[in-house]
């Protein structure tokens, strides 16, 4: 069985796709299949790989418009998925492409320091005691240890590919969540202070990151936990926060949301005044009426029920 790889080949500001059909053995991965093509077919191609044991995470490549670790993915598996015997293999998305599948890690390591990312002891620990902690404690943030930078949050992050200027990329929320959940953190605060300031509150919440993470993280995860912990630690004073305490608020009171006045609980008096144009046409069209009496979900005991057990899950 033969498989066509289409390559997106970039080399000195040249952009082509170049097709290459090779045999697909048992076990083929994409890296396999890649390093064929360079050692058999064409020593120009370039890309990046190390171990080739899924841990390092230097291969990932998009196949199909989606991320893979190219040491992982084996070949078959994603012609069965795909249905089909060629398959488009380009280097990652919302990274700077320096030769073909190679991309520009520098500007997203620096990107990290934003979060402050080394960890500040609690003065209780000394050189000589060491940072201890409990199994229980290690286990809130081991699985944010196992991130390996392999970019493939980046590469799918719909609210990175919109712009990139005022939000991090979802491994850098993963590596704030790992420091914030830290039992031997001395100031969590700190860190979040610094991921609400790089845009914690503009993520879409389109789940992509967690969907391609090769490594099951969760960083569309990581970064909820964070915006819940910027209540416990009383960092709220963002648009984005208030609208979430406003949601919060008006399904625990009526189990049902208060659209009338939610922009108003979110950004304030006078924004909201500003979009008074939208909120006519609203009202033109029926969708919004002022005068209406919020009304309130036969169910609500039941959410309120719902709400109180969340509440005691978070403790």
């Given amino acids: 069985m033969d498989v066509t790889l289409e390559i997106h080949r970039f080399v000195e500001d040249r952009k082509w796709i170049q097709k290459y059909t090779l045999t ?45 670790l190219a ?10 998925r795909y249905d089909t015997n060629t398959l488009t293999v380009e280097p990652l998305g919302n990274f700077r492409v320096i030769r073909d599948l190679i991309v520009d890690w520098d500007p997203k390591y620096a990107r990290i320091k934003k979060i402050k990312p080394a960890l500040q002891p609690k003065a209780e620990f000394t050189a000589e005691t060491g940072c201890k902690q409990s199994p229980e404690d290690f286990d809130k943030y081991k699985k944010y240890a196992g991130c390996i ?25 993963v590596k704030a969540e790992k420091l914030v959940a830290d039992s031997r953190e001395r100031s969590p605060e700190e860190h979040l202070k610094a991921v609400v300031d790089a845009g ?60 009338s ?19 006519f046409r609203l009202m033109k069209v029926g969708k919004l009426n002022p005068m209406d009496k919020h009304p309130v979900n036969p169910e609500i005991s039941t959410i309120q029920k719902i709400v109180k057990t969340a509440e005691k899950e978070e403790e």
């Fill in 149 to 173: 930078l392999c970019g493939s949050c980046v590469s799918e992050c719909n609210k990175n590919t919109l712009d990139q200027k005022d939000f991090l990329d979802p491994f850098v929320f």
């Fill in 24 to 68: 697909v053995k048992t076990g083929m991965t994409v890296l396999e299949a890649l390093t064929e093509i360079k050692e058999k077919q064409d020593p120009t191609l370039s890309f990046t790989c190390s171990c080739r044991s899924s841990i390092c995470g230097a291969c990932a490549v998009r196949v199909n418009g989606n991320a893979e």
């Fill in 200 to 259: 914690l509150w503009r993520c879409f919440n389109c789940q992509e990151c967690t969907a391609k993470c090769p490594k099951d993280l969760d960083p569309a995860g990581a970064i909820e936990k964070l915006k819940a912990a910027t209540f416990k630690y009383k960092i709220e004073e963002t648009v984005g926060a208030k609208h979430a305490k406003a949601i919060y608020e008006d399904i625990e009171e009526s189990g049902t949301l208060d659209e």
């Fill in 71 to 80: 040491c992982e993915m084996l070949v078959d598996k994603l012609m069965k």
């Fill in 261 to 279: 006045k939610l922009n108003i609980k979110s950004e304030g008096l006078l924004m909201s005044a500003l979009r008074a144009p939208m909120a």
